[in-house]
C-alpha cells in the first residue's frame, strides 16, 4: 500500500484535498462560463416571423396529408393484391 507522503496537504478534513475542491469550483466556472456564451449566441439567432411559421407548418401539414394519402393507397393496393394471389 502506498502512504500519501505528499507535502502541503494543509490539514485538509473531510478527505478533501485541494484538487478537489479546486475541480468543483472550476467545474461550476465552466458551467457559468457555458450558460453566459449560450445566452450571446442565442442572441444572434434570426428568429422566423408569425408569417414564415404559419406557412412553414402549413407546407409541412399539407405534405404529411399528401404522404398519407398515398401510402394508404399504396398499401391498400399491396393488400388486395396480395389477397388475390394467396386466394
Same mark, same amino acid.
Given at each position: !500500500? ?8 494543509? %490539514?485538509?478534513?473531510?478527505?478533501? #484535498? =485541494?484538487?478537489?475542491? @479546486? %475541480?468543483?469550483? @472550476? ?10 456564451? *449560450? ?6 439567432? #434570426?428568429? =422566423?416571423?408569425?408569417?414564415? /411559421?404559419?406557412? /412553414?407548418? *402549413? *407546407?409541412? !401539414?399539407?405534405?404529411?396529408?399528401? !404522404?398519407s394519402?398515398?401510402? %394508404? ?7 388486395? *393484391?396480395?389477397e388475390?394471389?394467396? @386466394?
Amino acid at each position: !500500500m502506498a502512504k500519501n507522503t505528499a507535502k502541503g496537504s494543509g %490539514g485538509q478534513q473531510g478527505g478533501e #484535498t =485541494p484538487e478537489t475542491t @479546486s %475541480g468543483v469550483a @472550476s467545474k461550476a466556472q465552466e458551467l457559468k462560463v457555458f450558460f453566459e456564451e *449560450a445566452q450571446v449566441e442565442l442572441k444572434k439567432v #434570426t428568429w =422566423p416571423s408569425r408569417k414564415e /411559421t404559419v406557412t /412553414t407548418c *402549413a *407546407a409541412v !401539414m399539407i405534405l404529411v396529408a399528401v !404522404m398519407s394519402l398515398f401510402l %394508404g393507397l399504396v398499401d391498400l393496393g399491396l393488400s388486395k *393484391a396480395v389477397e388475390i394471389v394467396l @386466394s
